[in-house]
Every structure is written in C-alpha cells, then in structure tokens.
C-alpha cells in the first residue's frame, strides 16, 4: 500500500516540475466530444445544447452533429482561428448571426446542412469567408437566398444547396463564383433557371437541377457554362427542349432528363460528346433513325419506362461505342432484326418487362461481347434456334416470366440452357407455360423426349389414312398397344398416357434391325404398366 502512494506522489510532482518547466499543458477532449486524433474532434449528443470552448490550438476539424444547439451566436469558436474545416450535420439549428463565423478566415470547407428549422441567412453570413472552397447548405428550409449571400466567396468550388425550399433565384446570386466547378440546386421549388443565372460560372463542371419545378428551359439557358461535364435536369416537368439548349456544351459527357414529359425531340439536339444519355421515365412514343445521330461516343443509353411500340431499324445505327442499352418497361412486341447491327461492344441489353413475343435468330449475330441480356417478363413462347449462338463468354440470360411453350419448339432454348447457364436458381424461375401437362414446370427439368409437337388437324387426318392396323386392349392390368408399321431401321415408338388427373406417362421402344436389313415389315408389341 505504502509502495503505490509513493509511486503516485512521484508522478505528481513530475507532472507538477514539468508544467513549471514551461511545456505546454496537456488539452482534455471537451465534454461530450470525441477526439480522435491531434487535429479532429467530434461533438454528437442529443443533450448537448452549446458549443465547446478552449478547443486545443492543434485542432484544424471540428464536427458537430445530431445535438440540440439552435443558435450559432457571434464569433463561434473564438478561440480556435486555425480551423479549416467545420461541419454542423442533423442540429437544431434555427439561427446563424452574421457575424458568427467571423473569426474563422481559415476555413476552407464548410457544411451547415439538415436543419429543419434554418429557413434564412442574414446578409454578411460569410463576409470573412474567402478562403472557402467548400459550402454545403443541404436539406435545411431555406425560402430565399439574399443576392449578395455568396459575393465574398471568390475562391468557392463546391456549392450545394439540394433540399431546401428556394424557388427564385437572384440574377446576381452567383457572379463573384467564377471558381465554380459544382453546384447542386436539386430537390427545391425552382420553375425556371435563366442564363443570367449561370452567367459568372464559366469554370463550371457540374450542374445539378434534378428535382424541382422547371417546366421549360431557354435556347440560351447554358451558354454561358460551355465547360460543362454534367447535367442533371431529371425529375422536372419538362416537355420540349429546344433544339439548341445544349449547342454550347460541346464538353458535355453526362445528361440525365429522366422523369420529365418528353414525347419527342429534334434529332441534333444531343451533343456529340455525350457518353452517357438517360431519357427513363419520358412519354416519348417513337423515335426515328436519326434521333441519336452524331452521338459516336455514347456507351450508356437508357430509353426504359416509356411509351415505345416499335423501333425503326437504324435507330442506333452510329453508336459504335455503346455498351449499355436499357430499353426495358416499354411496349415493344418485335425487334427489327438488324437493330443492334454493329453495336460490338455492347456488354449489356436490357429489354425486359415489354410485350416481345419473338426475335429473329439474327438479332445478336453482333453481340459477341455481351455479357448480360434481360428478357424477362415478355410474352415469348420460344426463342429461334441459333438466337445466343454469338455470345462467346458465360453470360448472364434472364429468361423468367415468359410463357414458355414446352413443346417441339423449346428443344434449342432447352439444350442452351442445360449446357451454358450455370444459374441454377435462374434455370428455376424458367418455367413452362403450356402444355398443359408441363405448364410451371422448369424447362430445364423436362426431359427433351418429352418435347413434342401435336401435329395439326389436316396432318393428323393424313396420319390416319396412312396408318396400318394399330389395336389397343388391355390384358392383366396392363393396356397394350399394337401396330404394324412400314418403316426403316432404326424405327423410334413413343406412347404417351394421359391420366384424370392429368399426369402423363410415357414409354419409348427403338429397334434396330441387325444385319443389313434396312426397310421390312414389322410388328413391335409395347406393353406399358399402368400406375397403381
């Protein structure tokens, strides 16, 4: 005992000798905070309703999060001007005084988002803010943004402002942000963006205005952000797009258009350096041949969730670097036969949840690459033989929720699926929609001699004129089958029982002559036992 308090003692005093000496006093994590290293600290807890105080002069990050502070009063963190990045993430706060970060000039990123009671910020908010590149105003309510909000930011890259309520904004909102290379406006109440808008942001890359009311866009809304890489307008009410609006975003790689109300557009209105075109969700009802014309770098092209009955021939005839085409959730009962002609590269075709009921055998002869086909949820019944002859790799075909006919004409899917798809679970969803004896059985369990074809009524009559002396009598509880036939060896017979409950049993008898006897007169007995 004697022992331990010595020990203890000696540390005290050479903790008290060393502070005297002159070092630095050790900096406890305030409370409720967590510091994980020297320079970043973490304050999240519901009951913490102020801001920690005497922040070490080490600490550059301080993040604030799911607590109760509604009020960010003047000169928050006085005491900590070295910090460069400040986050304020799902708070409660209601206010932010103008001057509250006015001791913060070093901060480079800073985010105020998911406060649902922050609808304003008062003029001068950032006024000491110029070092800035980073502001994040997310999911907060803002109603209006004052035009003078973001002038002292001229070294901003990053705005984002999705969330919110603002459905106007100052002509002037953005013109001291010639930095600028992303802005998210999505999810707010805008109805227009004007090129007076966009005007000073002429280093911008990314432009987000998915989600919100606008119901038409100017010939000369983008003339201005020529360096544009991405445009995302889905989610909007568009319904026509004149035919110069993207003319001066020769740069443009990325536009999504996706749930607007779009029936048609012009044939040049794309530019030609997109990669990637998302048209999902549109009431477009056809397309010509030209519709995408000029768009020889295009690799991602989604058309799904319209109106589309039928495509012309030539409709992707110049796509020569596409590699993902989505037409699913359409109309389409037929494909043109050369539809995908030179579309070599493409690695995934999704035509599923449409009305196909057939495809020529041709359809993919370009398609050596393909890596995943969706033909799900059509109306096929058989597919023509040859149709995945192409594919060249272990490909990913899915074939469930078509009505199947499991007869002479499934012998080709049947065999390509037992001897290329791997996917059990997915060989399992295949299921036979007729006849009846089959109908929701797995394609691939039916044994192939089972696929077999009723001949048609005229054929059958020329059947039975043809046929020679068949009897059927039954004999100590077994049915037997007797006919005298005119063949050549080998001679192949199938019989086929139909049960009142609809099973069916079969028994197969082949013969083959020995020597060289190849065409005779024969009689084959087949005697077939009948199910207890």
Known sequence: MTGHVSIALCLMLLSSQTRSAGAEPLHRCPINCQCF??????????????????????????????????????????????????????????????????????????????????????????????????????????KTVLPDTFHPLGNLETLEMKGNLVADLPASLFRSLQRLHHLDLSQNWLEEVTRENLEALTELRTLKLNYNLISRLFADTFHNVSRLKELHLEGNQLSDLPGDVFSALTR??????????????????????????????????????????????????????????????????????????????????????????????????????????????????????????????????????????????????????????????ASYLHDWMLNHSADAESQDKVRCGGPGPLRGRPLASVDKERLVCRLPPEDRMMAADQALNCTLHTADGAVVVKCKVDTCSPLKVRVQFEAEDGSVYENVVQRQWPGDKQCDNNTISNRTETPS
């Not at 020297?38 to 002069?57: I, K």
């Not at 400040?86 to 901060?107: D, S």
């Not at 105020?112 to 001068?124: A, D, K």
């Not at 950032?126 to 070092?131: H, I, L």
């Open 252 to 409: 443009l790689e990325v536009l999504n258009l996706r749930g607007n109300f779009l029936s048609n557009f012009s044939s040049d209105v794309f530019p030609s350096s997109l990669r990637e075109l998302t048209l999902k969700g549109n009431e477009l009802i056809e397309l010509s041949g030209s519709s995408f014309r000029g768009l020889s770098s295009l690799a991602f092209l989604t058309l799904s969730t319209n109106l589309l009955s039928q495509l012309p021939p030539d409709l992707f005839l110049n796509l020569k670097a596409l590699e993902d085409l989505d037409l699913s959730e359409n109309h389409l009962t037929s494909l043109p036969g050369e539809i995908f002609s030179g579309l070599g590269g493409v690695r995934v075709i999704r035509l599923q949840k449409n009305n196909l009921t057939e495809m020529a055998a041709e359809l993919f002869e370009d398609q050596p690459l393909l890596r995943q086909l969706h033909l799900q949820d059509n109306r096929l019944q058989s597919v023509a033989p040859g149709l995945f002859a192409p594919f060249q790799f272990q490909n990913v075909v899915r074939l469930h929720g078509n009505p199947w006919r499991c007869d002479c004409q």
């Open 37 to 142: 290293s020297a320079n970043r600290v973490l304050c999240s807890d519901q009951r913490m309703s102020s801001l920690p105080e005497n922040l070490s002069g080490e600490i550059r990050e301080v993040i604030v999060m799911t607590t109760s502070v509604a009020y960010l009063s003047p000169n928050t963190f006085q005491g900590s001007p070295q910090l460069t990045k400040l986050v304020f993430l799902k708070n409660a706060i209601r206010e932010v005084h103008a001057k509250a970060f006015r001791n913060l000039t070093r901060l480079e990123e800073l985010d105020l988002s998911g406060n649902p009671w922050l609808e304003h910020l008062v003029q001068g908010t950032f006024s000491q803010q110029g070092n800035l590149t980073k502001l994040q105003l997310n999911f907060n309510r803002l």
